[in-house]
Nanobody, 121 residues
Framework: QLRLVESGGGLVQPGGSLRLSCAAS????????IGWFRQAPGKEREGISC????????IYADSVKGRFTISRDNTENTGYLTMNNVNPEDTGVYYC??????????????WGQGIQVTVSS
């Protein structure tokens, strides 16, 4: 019954904003760090942000620093990635995952299915 489900993706214009959600079920999200990864067409999957389970420590990749904000609401058992000032290079499939807060795939135990974000005018 353990699930992570991303939502909030879709088409957004350059310079615009959107918020991705990562809803967890079957377990308590508060015991895990939440990570966000993305995979652009023709490129390898990239870790872009994570938030630790307890101290709230956050890590951002240089590609999104200053534009994206990671957050969590443990009461709702949901993590979020707020994307501001998006550009076409942000296009890709976005994945949430839970594990340890490092921008390395092997640090995460469970993954969502992914959701498409397309930045285009």
């Amino acid at each position: 019954q353990l699930r992570l489900v991303e939502s909030g993706g879709g088409l957004v214009q350059p310079g615009g904003s959107l918020r991705l959600s990562c809803a967890a079920s079957g377990f308590s999200l508060d015991t895990y760090a939440i990570g966000w990864f993305r995979q652009a067409p023709g490129k390898e999957r990239e870790g872009i942000s994570c938030i630790a389970s307890s101290d709230g420590r956050r890590i951002y990749a240089d590609s999104v620093k200053g534009r994206f904000t990671i957050s969590r609401d443990n009461t709702e058992n949901t993590g979020y990635l707020t994307m501001n000032n998006v550009n076409p290079e942000d296009t890709g499939v976005y994945y949430c995952a839970v594990g340890t807060c490092l921008l390395v795939e092997d640090m995460y135990d469970y993954w969502g299915q992914g959701i498409q974000v397309t930045v285009s005018s």
